[in-house]
């Protein structure tokens, strides 16, 4: 009787401890197989881009005057004020390395800048009025930034490009001479500037920029009517702008 009943108790005792190899193998099981925790790749600006932008130009200026051949000075009496809105496409390369990021970027905008004076007393008893419009400007300039995952601060320059209707108009008290001095070819000057881009998505980025533009100087000429003399006025705008933009990279 005493052997059968430590018999009993001995396989009691296996069944116990095998239950509880059993349920304790299990948990290791389960745990084995716990998915790891996802990966955060950082963000990489290399990549072509394409995108649209509108702004807003101000500040700008353009001091106009006039001479003949008698004279030496320009005579400068009035000045042109260029304001107001604009908007158009851009497209560019980015390359990253490390915190580094370069690229090149080229845009065209469609532009409503406009500024005119009223009839004011210009050099020998001329009254003279003028208007000037750019039309449309647009640059091509390296970009060198520093980015800091989804930010990149920039700065940028480089060629710009405007087209500008450039008009002004005199009229003699005294001699009754008529002149008008009109310029509609394109100007070429520089752009310097920079801004802050952000990634909203992998593809989408939004961005405010900041540019200067200035364009050469140029001499435009007209003889009088009747033909007493060649008159000649100069054109030099500039402008400051702010411009919001979206860009989608590929």
């Known amino acids: 009787m005493k052997s059968r009943s430590s018999l009993r108790i001995a396989t009691a005792a296996l069944a116990l401890i095998g239950s ?9 099981a389960v745990a084995a197989v716990e998915p790891a925790a996802p990966i955060d790749y950082a963000f990489s600006w290399t990549g072509f881009y394409v995108g649209a932008n509108v702004g807003y130009a101000f500040d700008g200026s353009n001091k106009v005057g006039a001479i003949d051949q008698t004279n030496k000075g320009l005579n400068e009496f009035a000045k042109f004020e260029y ?7 851009q497209a560019g390369y980015n390359y990253q390395f490390g915190s580094a990021v370069v690229g090149l970027e080229g845009d065209i905008q469609a532009a409503d800048l406009s500024d005119k004076f009223n009839p004011t007393f210009g050099p020998w ?14 640059t091509v300039r ?3 930034g520093f980015a800091w995952d989804r930010a990149l601060f920039y700065a940028t320059g480089g060629l710009a490009v405007a087209g500008v209707d450039h008009s002004v108009a005199g009229y003699g008290v005294f001699t009754g001479a008529t002149v008008d001095m009109k310029n509609d070819d394109p100007l070429i000057g520089y752009v310097v500037g920079g801004g802050i881009e952000y990634a909203i998505t992998d593809n989408w ?3 405010i920029e900041y540019q200067y533009l200035k364009f050469e100087r140029k001499t435009v000429s007209a003889t009088e009517v009747p033909p007493l003399y060649t008159d000649r006025t100069q054109e030099e705008p500039n402008f400051q702008s702010v411009r919001l933009g979206i860009n989608y990279k590929f």
């Not at 509880?20 to 290791?28: G, Q, R």
């Open 20 to 28: 509880i190899s059993v349920t304790h193998a299990a948990d290791l």
């Open 125 to 138: 008893h001329y009254i003279f009025h003028g208007k000037s419009d750019i039309n449309w400007f647009g």
């Open 142 to 144: 390296p970009r060198v």
């Open 83 to 89: 304001k107001g809105v604009f908007g158009g496409l």
């Open 205 to 207: 980025t939004a961005r």
